[in-house]
Nanobody, 123 residues
Framework: VQLQAFGGGLVQAGDSLRLSCAASGVTFRSYTMGWFRQAPGKEREFEAAIRSTGTTAHADSVMARFTISRDDAKNTAFLQMNSLKPEDTAVYYC??????????????????WGQGTQVTVSS
């Protein structure tokens, strides 16, 4: 199983970015996909997840600005990030899990992780 996250970059506050997570070696449509981020000196935290059924969950802090989606035909999950703020600066990781995840927000529940993509938001 390989996950490759890309789409990060340096943007200004208020800008948008779309992150992508391309999966290979899996039956993608069967997996729950998640996005987490980790800022320097902080723990990895949940941002959004989408089940194989299409059900989504978003962290309260980003619910009005970030949207997770998936394209099973392309084996890719996306995180659309709008109205970015400097505090969104972090390395963003995508994750995948095939078994049923009850809570979606715990990083330890995901078996597979991508390498991360840096998002930097300047003020």
């Amino acid at each position: 199983v390989q996950l490759q996250a890309f789409g990060g970059g340096l943007v200004q506050a208020g800008d948008s970015l779309r992150l992508s997570c391309a999966a290979s070696g899996v039956t993608f449509r069967s997996y729950t996909m998640g996005w987490f981020r980790q800022a320097p000196g902080k723990e990895r935290e949940f941002e959004a997840a989408i089940r194989s059924t299409g059900t989504t969950a978003h962290a309260d802090s980003v619910m009005a600005r970030f949207t997770i989606s998936r394209d099973d035909a392309k084996n890719t999950a996306f995180l659309q990030m709008n109205s970015l703020k400097p505090e969104d600066t972090a390395v963003y990781y995508c994750a995948a899990e095939r078994s049923l995840i009850l809570s979606l927000i715990r990083a330890n529940d995901y078996a597979y992780w991508g390498q991360g993509t840096q998002v930097t938001v300047s003020s």
